[in-house]
DNA sequence: CGCGCCGTTGACAACGTTGTCCAGGCTCTA
DNA sequence: TAGAGCCTGGACAACGTTGTCAACGGCGCG
């Protein structure tokens, strides 16, 4: 009875709850490579950190016992004992949503480059939610935080900042707490879209976008009212949609505020999804109505017009955050900052139609 | 100088590799809030798992501790206690893809609703890092894993899985070993693409595909293979590229069959980026050329024409792996599977142009 | 020849949690 | 009122790893 020792000599187990569905009882521990081995606990921990003052001939045996047991170790407990668990979190408002995939990827590869791992879950916009899967993610020790937020109060983490959790924020801004933050200059971009509409000769712009509690919607419509006020027009109610991305509400707003006796002759949208829903509205009208949309899309110039958008690089904004994420756990950085990254008008055709009223 | 204390105050700090980071040592334990609560370590450990057995008036006592330590569990230390991670592992070819977007979105979403974590990385179709990636997360003692693989052979995983490591491939199968398996019908959708273009009376067809040492390309080719076959027409080498999905070749590739003098007069596309290329071409052309894709894309209703696919349903594949991945984990399961998901063919307009030589 | 040093190795405690088990005080019943 | 049983709470070991420290043997040097 070699090895099948290893588990009958436990004493009283009598309700081994954490045996079931593991088919082989347990997994190999140091301890038992060691056995195997010939040699003691420590020296197989050292062989599997590489670290110094082994043998080479003590070493293959280990490491053959390694091999034949097919152990590998424990992080959990390696953690427990070290502190840091080498792997970062993230959290995204949707997987799913094309803007965060080049941006979850860059979070990664920066953290691939530090060797952590990335542990990510999404939001769903929900506040209660980002509050509920970051201190999960505090509790399993990561690191640090990358959060694009979905609430805008985020005491709740100030005892994590405290006891050493690294923190970004990216996208929107932190609420209630000093944090780095990283963002794209919503509120220049999207005046800068605006501007060229205006510089195309519109007056009558619309514009159609999330709801003002998230902030960068909010910052969008800033930019606007600001090229707006820029240009001495004054804006009527009647032009701004500001209800969510819900694209049948959107394709009502826009239907609306493109009829009447005094439709508008250009709109703006708020972020990829409201132009999506634009487009298809635009699409199936008989004039030509301009459009200047914030956040780029995959096919953007092969449509008919082209798309002109206002675009933000996801993937820079990840890697900005990760980074300065990793200068924070490096003890490099000092004060909480707030970065903000330009955004790259795009002209593509459709926000260079003049207006055609 | 407010905000440089925020590091300085460390105390005598002479090489506690563990405690550097933390500004105020370690964080509180459970044994912290017993002393400030007057408790015994159990009774806390009670209180923060909602276990029965203590006293409303103690549970307030101990929930105030915690609440004034900010005290949160280290669930490091509760996985080597409990032997499961509540996590799952997720290894996918690339995160910004927008196909894996959804697929890791349901993924996520069934995760969640078993109340587990996910932990991803992309293995940027490198057999080796899809590896060095499986094995971190059986290191981390996530429950399961979810792999779209890269590579071929996966007996690496062999150990893991008898130690208990719930296993199921999406995408693509596994190689050289028997695990579950879900995928769509490569093979299916794409015959059917074909065939749709041989029945508007196209002969001449391009088939334009990923290396076929990747599964879902070669199960595409097989499917463009069979299809003209069934229809009696012999396939020419010149009309095939397999040279995988990097754009300029692509377009050399699409350029190629559509020159000469006797060009293709349709063209088959055997994943979404290809097909956005070779969209690009056709665009450039004079003359109408028909196009069916592989994979669904975004805007392709709003091009001109149409892009006519074969979509597969990412998301039903993810939540279909991740469910039967749980039920692994259940003991619900018995032998590994190999389970097929239809796809669907979308009629847009590019698949339906007839032939114009 | 003896001393000290170095390189190798292993025993042991600790990390923070949970499972087991027992103690003490209470209520309930005969 | 005594005994049985229940409820609450705490002491202790164990999970698998790593840091500390001490022991051991061999070697060079005085």
Redesign the pocket.
Known sequence: MPETARRAD?????????RSGNRYG?????????ARA?????????V??G?????P???RRVQEAIEALG????????V????RTASIGLVLEDLADPFYGPLSRAVEEVARAHGALLINGSSAEDPDREQELALALCARRVDGLVIIPAGDDHRYLEPEIRAGVATVFVDRPAGRIDADVVLSDNFGGARDGVAHLIAHGHRRIGFIGDMPRIHTAAERLRGYRAAMEDAGIPVEDAWMSLGGTDPERVRRAAEEMLSGPDPVTAVFTGNNRVTVTVIRVLAALSRPVALVGFDDLELADLLQPGVTVVAQDAAALGRTAAERLFRQLDGTLLAPERIELPTRLVQRGSGEIPPSG
Do not use: C, I, Q
């Open positions: 436990r004493p009283g187990d009598r309700r081994p709850d954490r347990n997994r190999p521990t140091m301890k038992d490579v060691a010939g040699v003691g606990l420590k020296t197989v921990s050292r599997v950190n670290e110094p003052g082994v043998t001939d003590t070493e152990f590998r170790r424990n992080d959990s407990a390696r427990l004992r070290k502190g």
